[in-house]
């Protein structure tokens, strides 16, 4: 069963889908060479504590973390720390922020410093660009597999590989609701889209092979051919013509 929220209800999510959009961006900002994931995660717990609100993943089924911070060949769920961000690193954060009962969620990628290699870059291009295009498709009286097919033409044409074992999900007054969105699969398959519905969407890329493993502190996922990988998310409202983003920092109130 997908939630379809009322009016109230999106209103009330707006605040903290902008708030996970601020902090998103001043992490991003951050990332230089030199800085630790550590110093990232201080930022991320002050300034939440400043918006008033809590994490969505610290302790989320023992999540250690306040944020998530992939590098390189990190996929996702990153565990911030001691590591230092190197020159040319693909550093990827994803935020979560509840405040008011409900919860908004964002990631997205960059390259760290001004030694930027071509084929990270083109990752990174082509990763946002399959958001932009999946995002497109999340309108009322679409189907789910619209959306995720979306993600993986714009994938495959450039070359690149979709995980599959990470989806993107349903969101509100949890961070993962139904239904699950795959990053792949055939157009005008799974359940219609209504207006009302907030999903987070979110394809993870990689440079190499698709596959990919789960390191020994049981929450980091890197590919499994080391190659890089991106990560982009924003959390969106299903209407008629346009799919809201509400991962929008204008949304914080703060």
């Given amino acids: 069963m997908i939630e379809i929220k009322s009016e109230r209800e999106i209103a009330r999510m707006r605040v903290p889908c902008g708030m996970a959009a601020v902090l998103r961006e001043r992490l991003l900002q951050m990332v230089e060479p030199g800085i ?23 302790g989320y089924h023992g999540f250690p973390g306040v944020v998530c911070i992939s590098i390189e060949n990190e996929v996702v769920h990153g565990i ?6 190197q020159s040319g690193d693909v550093v990827s954060v994803d935020v979560g922020v509840v405040y008011d009962g409900f919860v908004g969620d964002c990631a997205a990628s960059v390259i760290a410093g001004d030694e930027h290699d071509e084929e ?3 990752l990174l291009k082509v990763t946002s660009r399959a958001l932009d ?7 009322h009286g679409a189907r789910l597999g619209d959306v995720s097919h979306a993600v993986e033409v714009i994938a495959k044409a450039d070359g690149f590989s ?9 969101i509100g007054r949890e961070l993962h609701e139904e239904p699950q969105i795959p990053n792949f699969g055939p157009a005008g398959k799974g ?15 990689n440079m190499g092979s698709r596959k990919v493993e789960v390191l020994d502190d049981n929450w980091t996922v890197r590919t499994k051919d080391l190659k890089p990988s991106a990560h982009f ?4 409202l299903v209407r008629k013509e346009v799919a809201e983003i509400l991962t929008k920092p204008e949304n914080a109130k703060i």
């Fill in 233 to 236: 998310e924003n959390t969106i």
């Fill in 80 to 85: 911030p720390g001691a590591r230092v961000i």
């Fill in 133 to 139: 295009a999946a995002i497109e498709k999340a309108v």
């Fill in 36 to 58: 630790t994931t550590g110093d990232m995660e201080d930022v991320a717990v002050r300034l939440i504590k400043d918006f008033g609100a809590r994490s969505a993943f610290k």
């Fill in 191 to 205: 359940p219609k889209l209504k207006s009302g519905m907030t999903l987070a969407i979110e394809p993870m890329i």
């Fill in 120 to 122: 990270k870059v083109r």
């Fill in 162 to 170: 979709i995980v599959r074992e990470f989806v993107g999900h349903g």
